[in-house]
């Protein structure tokens, strides 16, 4: 069978579910130059980056694809031709976000256990430092806010 003349559709449906080697190897000849290019605008807006993630975003784009029996691609509804390709872009770029944001999380110490509020609430009246105003608490929280939501971004 010549998989290069199909249809997105077809094609997709075929490698969703059959897995047949030869309709996957025309889905990455057709589509990882997409991938590809996703990857790298997305990888670029987190800052620095090694071609070795970018290869391994890449496959990790890949690998959700093809999670759970190609879940991904067998629930997608084709109601335009060219809709798969914004599909794919939108997986692709929330695979890359999702590395970017655990690596920062890892980078913050994620995983850490919080300390209770009660124990950092004695030990700061207990401390030489007079206690923060209620305005000046206020203040602080938002400050802090903005710089999360800032980092989120």
Known sequence: MDYSSLQP?????????????????????????????????????????????????????????C???CRLLRTFDFRQPEAIYGYL???TANVVHDHFKSARAAKRGSGEVAEDIEIVGISAA?????????QASIERTILLQEMISTWQE
């Open 89 to 91: 872009k939108v997986v």
């Open 9 to 65: 559709e077809a094609l997709i449906r075929i490698c969703a579910q059959t897995g047949q080697a030869p309709a996957w190897e025309e889905f990455i000849r057709r589509f990882s130059p997409l991938i590809s290019r996703v990857v790298v605008k997305t990888a670029y807006r987190w800052g620095k980056f090694s071609p070795s993630v970018l290869d391994d975003l890449v496959q990790e784009t890949y690998l959700k694809l």
């Open 126 to 134: 207990s401390s030489s430092q007079p206690p923060l105003s209620t």
């Open 67 to 69: 999670t759970d029996n």
